[in-house]
C-alpha cells in the first residue's frame, strides 16, 4: 500500500470515477411511437400520430392506488447546417397528467389543462398518448426550400412524483418510462 | 487541507440541510431531489476520497520513519473511534425508529375500512345512479308518448314532476334539442360525448357520476333512449342530470381523498424508507467521515509541536544547543515546548559555564604547574596512603630521577630496594606514618648519583582532616651548607693569617739577630748548633708564612674581573714553565671560543691544578700530566690528568674543603681555591679517578655572555 505513489492513487481513482459514470440505463420499453407527422391546418402545422403507452405492473398499481402520473410530450424542429451546428426551430412541450378515482372508478387525463374523462385504462392511455391534432409549428417557421429534422419524446416525468416513490425511481428501473427522441426528416 | 476539509464541511452540512428540508414537503426541492441525492452522495465520495489520501500519507509518513507519524496514527484512530461509536449508535436507532414508525402507519384494519367506506359510496352513488336510471326511463316513456313537437314542451313538466334538476333532450347526432333546469338562468346541459350516444343508439342507458369542476360536489348523469316514430328521427336522446345529496357527496369524497392518501402511503412505502434510510445514511457518512478528516488534522497538529521537539532533542543530542523551538501554542504542549526551550538554553549556559571553569581551572593548573615548575624547591604531593600525586621538575632534579619514574607509585616504591633513594623514601614514609596531622622537617645526605647532596625535607598535612593528603618539600641546601662552610674557613683562615703573621715577623728577626749577635762568640760546636737552629727557625717561620699567605689567599680571593679569554694561550703559557721540571702534555681542541675568566685567577687556578698532580706524582716510576681542552654545550671544558695514586674514596666528600689533603706537606687549599674560582667564574668543577689510576679533575669554564641569558 505504501508503495502506491500518488499517480497511481489518482489514476485508480479517476477510472473508478468513470466506470460509474459510464451509462447502465437500457431504454425503457413502456412508451413507444406509433405514428408522427404534419398536417397543415390553415398556417398551422399540426402533430398527428401518436405513442404507445404501456405502463409497467408498478406504475398501473400506482395510479390505481391514486397516484398521479406525469409525462411530457416534446417536440422538437432543428434545420440541418452542413457548417455549423443546426439551428433550433422550436420545441414545444406539453405536460399530460393521469389520474384515477376510485370512488368512481373513472380514469382522468388533463392535457394542457383541459380534463378528459375514461372508463378504461385502456381508453385513457390510448388518449393520453395520441398527439390530438398539437400545434407545434406556424407555417412562417419553416421554408419549404430546406429539409428540417423532426423528433418528439414523451416520458414519465419522476420528478413530478411524490418524493418517496422519487427515491424509488431513482433506484429502480420500473418507474423508469421513456420514449427517447424519435427522429424523422420533414420538408414541408 | 484544512480549508478543503472546511469546506467539505460547509458544503456537506448545507447538502444535508437541503435534504432535511426536502424531505420535508417543499415544493421547490421536490424537483432537484435526485440531484440533491447525488451531491450528497458525491460529497461523501469526494470526503471518502479525501481519507483514503489521508490514510496513504500517512501509512508513507510512519513507513518513512518520520517521528510523531505513529502518535498522529494513533491519535487519529481514537478519534475516528470516538466519532464512529456514537455516530453508529444513532444511526442504528435513528434508523430502526424511523422504519418501525414508518411500519406503524400502515394497518390492515385502517385499509379495510378505507376500503369498506369506499365501497359503501360507491353502492349509495350506484343506488343514485339506478335510481336515476328509472327515474330517466319513466320519463322517456312518457316524452314517447308525446307529439314531437309537445316534447320539448312538455319537458319542464316532467323534470319537475320527477324532482330532478336539469332535463335535456338531444337528436340522434347529440344535437341539443331543448333542456329545462331547476335553476334559473342555468348554462347548457354538457354536452354528451361519442361513447355515450353510441351507447344511447344501442337502446342501453348511460350514466355517470361525475364530480363537478370545482369539486363541490357531485352530480349524476344518465342518458337514455327516447323511441318515436317519426319521418325524421327514429330516436331521441333524454339527458337527466341530478346533483349528489351533498353529505353524501362530501363524505364520498372525503373517503376517496382519504383511501387515495392512504394507497399513496402505502405504496411509497419501500420509498419512505429509502428516502429516510438514505437521508440518515448521508448524513452519517459525511459527518462520520468529517470527523475522521479533521481528526486526521487534528493529530498532525496535535503531534506537530511534538515533531519540534524531537528535532529539537536530537539537536541537543548532538550538542547543538542553538536549535530554538518557535512556541505556536498556549496550551501544555506550548508549554511545554517552551520549558524544552529553557531547558535547552539552561544547559547551553550551563555548558558555556563548565567550560569557562574548566579554562579557569586549566589556566590555574597552568599557573600553578609554572609556578612549581620554576620553584627551585622540590614539591611533592601525596595520597593519604602515602601514594605520590605530583613531583614537580626541582624535586626530580634534586632527586636526580625522571617524574615519571616518581609519580602514580607508593613512596616506598621510589628506586630499587637498597638505594639511596629508597633509604630516603623509607625515612620519608617513616616520618609521615609518625607524624600523619602534623608538619615534620629533617636534614639528609643523599648520594644522587653525580654528587652528594645534603637535603632539608619538610612534610605537612594539605588539610586539617581526619585523613590528610600530604605535601614534601624538599630543599637542596648542599650550595648553602657549602658556602657557609666556605664562609667559616675563611673566617679561619682570616685570622689565622692575622693572628699568626704579626709575630712571625719578630721570630724570624730575632732569631736572625741571635745569629748575628751569638755566631761570634760562641765555639764552632756551638756555633753550628746556633746555625743551625737558627736557620731551621727562619725556614720554619718562612714555611709558615708560605702557609699564612695561602690562607689569606684563599680568604682575600679578589672578585674575577670577567673579559674574553683564549684558553689555549693560556694553557701554553703556564705549560711553559713546567718544561724544565715535569713537561705537561698538551691536548688542546682547536678554534676555541673565548671563555669568560679573569686572567689571573685561571692561571692560578691551573697552576694550582697542575702543582697538584705534580705532588703526587712524588713516587710515581713513570710520571705523566696532560692538559686538555674540549668544547661542551656549557662552554670549555679543561681537564687536568695525572697517573698516580688518584684521590682516596673517603675524602671525596670533603675534597673542596680547607685541610684536606692527601700530602704530608700540602696546606690542603690547593683545591679549594679552586674551587672558589670556578664558583666565582659560574662554572662547574668535577673530580674523579680515572679508570686506570690517577686523578682527573675537569673544569668547564662559560662562554663570554652565556650567563648574561
Known amino acids: ?188 | 487541507m484544512i480549508y478543503l476539509l472546511l469546506g467539505g464541511l460547509f458544503v456537506g452540512g448545507g447538502l444535508i440541510a437541503l435534504l432535511s428540508l426536502a424531505a420535508a414537503d417543499t415544493a421547490l426541492f421536490a424537483e432537484n431531489f435526485p440531484l440533491l441525492l447525488y451531491l450528497n452522495a458525491g460529497a461523501v465520495v469526494a470526503l471518502l476520497l479525501l481519507i483514503s489520501y489521508q490514510i496513504l500519507l500517512l501509512r508513507r509518513r510512519i513507513h518513512a520513519g518520520i517521528f510523531g507519524a505513529k502518535l498522529t496514527a494513533r491519535l487519529t484512530r481514537m478519534f475516528a473511534l470516538m466519532a464512529l461509536w456514537p455516530g453508529l449508535v444513532v444511526y442504528a436507532v435513528s434508523v430502526q425508529f424511523v422504519l418501525r414508525s414508518i411500519e406503524t402507519w400502515f394497518d390492515v384494519r385502517i385499509e379495510r375500512a378505507l376500503e369498506g367506506g369506499l365501497a359503501l359510496g360507491q353502492s349509495a352513488l350506484q343506488y343514485l345512479e339506478r335510481d336515476l336510471v328509472k327515474k330517466a326511463e319513466t320519463m322517456a316513456q312518457q316524452l314517447a308518448d308525446q307529439a314531437i313537437a309537445a316534447q320539448l314542451d312538455r319537458l319542464n313538466e316532467l323534470r319537475e314532476a320527477a324532482g330532478i334538476q336539469e332535463a335535456a333532450l338531444f337528436g340522434t347526432d347529440g344535437r341539443l334539442l331543448g333542456f329545462a333546469s331547476g335553476d334559473k338562468g342555468g348554462l347548457a346541459p354538457p354536452v354528451l360525448d361519442q361513447g355515450a350516444l353510441w351507447q344511447v343508439r344501442m337502446q342501453q342507458p348511460w350514466s355517470r357520476v361525475e364530480v363537478l369542476a370545482d369539486s363541490t360536489g357531485m352530480v349524476v348523469r344518465v342518458a337514455v333512449p327516447v323511441n318515436i316514430v317519426t319521418m325524421v328521427d327514429s330516436l331521441r336522446i333524454l339527458q337527466v342530470i341530478q346533483p349528489v345529496p351533498l353529505n353524501l357527496a362530501e363524505s364520498a369524497m372525503q373517503v376517496e381523498a382519504a383511501r387515495r392518501q392512504y394507497q399513496e402511503l402505502a405504496v411509497s412505502r419501500v420509498g419512505l424508507k429509502r428516502l429516510y434510510g438514505l437521508s440518515l445514511t448521508l448524513t452519517l457518512a459525511i459527518a462520520l467521515f468529517t470527523a475522521i478528516a479533521l481528526a486526521f488534522i487534528l493529530s498532525t497538529r496535535l503531534a506537530a509541536p511534538l515533531r519540534a521537539l524531537a528535532r529539537g532533542t536530537r539537536a541537543v543530542a548532538r550538542g547543538d544547543f542553538s536549535q530554538v523551538q518557535a512556541v505556536t501554542s498556549r496550551d501544555e504542549l506550548g508549554l511545554l515546548t517552551q520549558s524544552f526551550n529553557r531547558m535547552t538554553q539552561q544547559l547551553a549556559e550551563a555548558r558555556s559555564a563548565a567550560e569557562a571553569h574548566h579554562d579557569s581551572l586549566l589556566q590555574a593548573k597552568a599557573y600553578l604547574e609554572g609556578v612549581l615548575a620554576r620553584l627551585t624547591t622540590g614539591v611533592v604531593t601525596l595520597d593519604h596512603d602515602l601514594s605520590v600525586r605530583i613531583v614537580n621538575p626541582a624535586a626530580a632534579a634534586i632527586l636526580g630521577r625522571e617524574r615519571s619514574e616518581l609519580t602514580g607509585r607508593p613512596i616506598e616504591q621510589w628506586g630499587d630496594l637498597d638505594t639511596p633513594l629508597n633509604h630516603l623514601a623509607l625515612a620519608i614514609r617513616e616520618h609521615f606514618q609518625r607524624m600523619p596531622l602534623s608538619s615534620w622537617q629533617g636534614q639528609w645526605e643523599y648520594q644522587r648519583a653525580d654528587a652528594q647532596r645534603i637535603l632539608v625535607l619538610r612534610g605537612a598535612p594539605l588539610t586539617a582532616d581526619e585523613s590528610p593528603d600530604y605535601v614534601l618539600v624538599i630543599d637542596d641546601v648542599t650550595q648553602l651548607v657549602q658556602a657557609q662552610r666556605d664562609a667559616a674557613w675563611g673566617e679561619v683562615a682570616r685570622r689565622l693569617a692575622h693572628e699568626i703573621k704579626n709575630p712571625l715577623t719578630p721570630i724570624q728577626l730575632s732569631a736572625e739577630r741571635l745569629q748575628v749577635k751569638l755566631a761570634d762568640r760562641l765555639d764552632e760546636a756551638s756555633r753550628a748548633t746556633l746555625v743551625r737552629s737558627t736557620e731551621t727557625i727562619i725556614n720554619q717561620v718562612a714555611a709558615l708564612k708560605g702557609l699564612v699567605d695561602a690562607f689569606s689567599q684563599y680568604a682575600k680571593l679578589p672578585a674575577p674581573r670577567i673579559e674574553p679569554l683564549d684558553l689555549n694561550a693560556l694553557i701554553k703559557e703556564v705549560a711553559v714553565l713546567y718544561e724544565g721540571h715535569r713537561p705537561v702534555s698538551l691536548n688542546l681542541a682547536e678554534g676555541l671560543p673565548p671563555v669568560a675568566g679573569d686572567p689571573a685567577l685561571i692561571r692560578q687556578l691551573l697552576h694550582n691544578l697542575l702543582k697538584n698532580a705534580d705532588e703526587a706524582l712524588v713516587d710515581v716510576a713513570e710520571p705523566r700530566v696532560e692538559v686538555a681542552t674540549r668544547r661542551v654545550e656549557a662552554g670549555v671544558e679543561m681537564c687536568v690528568a695525572d697517573n698516580g695514586p688518584g684521590f682516596p674514596e673517603q675524602l671525596f666528600n670533603r675534597l673542596f674543603e680547607p685541610y684536606a689533603t692527601t700530602k704530608a706537606k700540602g696546606t690542603g687549599l690547593g683545591l679549594a681555591v679552586v674551587r672558589k674560582i670556578v664558583e666565582e667564574h659560574h662554572g662547574v668543577i668535577e673530580v674523579r679517578n680515572a679508570e686506570g689510576g690517577g686523578a682527573r679533575v675537569c673544569v668547564t669554564l662559560p662562554l663570554l655572555g652565556q650567563n648574561d641569558e
Open chain 1, 1 to 188: 500500500m505504501h508503495a502506491w505513489s500518488r499517480r497511481r492513487f489518482v489514476a485508480v481513482v479517476l477510472l473508478g470515477a468513470l466506470t460509474a459514470s459510464l451509462p447502465t440505463v437500457t431504454p425503457a420499453e413502456g412508451i413507444a411511437l406509433l405514428r408522427a407527422d404534419l398536417e397543415l391546418h390553415g398556417e398551422i402545422w399540426q402533430l398527428i400520430g401518436g405513442f404507445d403507452i404501456q405502463l409497467s405492473s408498478t406504475l398501473e398499481d400506482a395510479l390505481h392506488r391514486g397516484v398521479q402520473l406525469t409525462f411530457v410530450q416534446v417536440f422538437k424542429a432543428q434545420r440541418p447546417r452542413s457548417f455549423w451546428f443546426a439551428e433550433d426551430i422550436a420545441e414545444v412541450t406539453r405536460v399530460i397528467r393521469l389520474s384515477y378515482n376510485a370512488l368512481l372508478k373513472q380514469y382522468y387525463a388533463t392535457v394542457s389543462g383541459h380534463t378528459t374523462t375514461h372508463a378504461s385504462l385502456q381508453e385513457l392511455l390510448e388518449h393520453a398518448g395520441d398527439f390530438n391534432d398539437w400545434a407545434v409549428l406556424h407555417q412562417s417557421q419553416v421554408s419549404r426550400k430546406h429539409t428540417y429534422v423532426l423528433a418528439v419524446r414523451m416520458y414519465l416525468d419522476t420528478a413530478q412524483l411524490p418524493k418517496p416513490l422519487q427515491v424509488n425511481a431513482v433506484a429502480s428501473q420500473r418507474w423508469q418510462l421513456d420514449s427517447g427522441w424519435r427522429e424523422w426528416n420533414f420538408r414541408p
